[in-house]
């Protein structure tokens, strides 16, 4: 049995404060944003009240789908290493960016120079798609995080980097684990045109050709369940998990994080999905429990 835990979207608080200089191009609307409405919804209590629960699970391997920062100030790189080794060693713990990481157009320096230990592949090599095997999982990490002009928070996978997750999962296939794809934007998704992944078709059409048996996501901060067509009728779930820091009965779902326990065999895994999230009264508590049926080769 070997237990994954996933947490997303913990978008550090409180902001550390800017410099004027630094509040330049999207980071000002985003500023805006944050002091509105974005510092009444991520509370760091709740995201530490959250992590004590999943480290009491023991997981094995901990995926963070991204936006640890906010506006991509400097200072949330530094803070967001610091809260990522807070979770575990590096080896077991793995990252993909989102599109609050990757804000401004400098910002993907700063999540290379800082997050790179829980991005590097089995060689040490940081780049997308990674590659990490742990355990009977395949861990596949991929950054859809672009900088985007102002009110925008749409995705891209782009056409190099889809064509390097085709190979690794068309590789995978003769080394029988169970594949997990990390994304940070949801491949499928009802919200607004201005979040979406501008290239999910592309990424539909790869997993549909390639297979894959999970896919993992943040983004849209609720909780999320879809099944995406895989090879030969085969259907792959894709499971959204919210924002690990949100304030419950806001706009959208209070604060939760998903364990996969997967045991059995290529060809026979079995995959229950256990959701952790914190109620009206503040306390984490089990939200749901289900077996997942994932494909069959
Ligand atoms: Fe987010």
């Not at 060693?89 to 989102?98: H, I, L, M, T």
């Not at 994304?183 to 078709?201: Q, R, Y």
């Not at 059995?264 to 995959?271: I, V, Y």
């Amino acid at each position: 049995m070997f237990t994954l835990a996933h947490l997303s979207d913990p978008h550090l608080a409180p902001l550390p404060k800017p410099r004027w200089s630094e509040l330049i191009g999207k980071r000002i609307t985003g500023y805006i944003n944050w002091q509105r409405k974005r510092r009444f919804i991520h509370d760091p209590a709740v995201l530490g009240q959250l992590v004590a629960d999943m480290k009491a699970q023991a997981p094995d391997h901990i995926a963070v789908t991204g936006d640890i920062a906010n506006i991509a100030l400097p200072a949330e790189f530094r803070r967001g290493r610091d809260w990522l080794e807070s979770l575990g060693s590096a080896r077991d713990v793995s990252f993909v960016p989102g599109n609050h990481d990757v804000y401004v157009r400098d910002a993907a320096a700063y999540v290379t120079r800082q997050w790179q230990a829980q991005m590097a592949d089995d060689d040490g090599i940081a780049g997308f798609p990674f590659l990490r095997r742990r355990g009977p999982l395949a861990l596949i990490g991929l950054s859809s995080g672009v900088p985007t002009a102002p009110f925008l928070a749409t995705g891209l996978l782009g056409s190099k980097q889809l064509a390097g997750l085709a190979a690794v999962l068309n590789h995978l296939k003769s080394e029988n684990l169970f594949r997990v794809v990390m994304i940070h934007h949801p491949p499928v998704s009802v919200a607004a045109g201005h979040k979406l992944l501008l290239d999910a078709k592309v990424l539909l059409r790869v997993i549909a050709e390639h297979g894959a048996d999970l896919v993992i996501h943040g983004h849209d901060h609720i909780h999320m369940l879809t099944r995406l067509n895989g090879p030969n009728g085969s259907r792959v779930p894709s499971v959204g998990v919210p924002s690990a820091s949100a304030v419950p009965g806001k706009d959208k779902d209070g604060a939760a994080y998903h364990l996969y326990r997967i045991d059995g065999s290529p060809g026979a895994w079995r995959c229950e999905l256990v959701s952790r999230g914190i109620d009206a009264n503040g306390a984490v508590v089990e939200q749901k429990r289900m077996m997942l049926s994932v494909p069959s080769p």
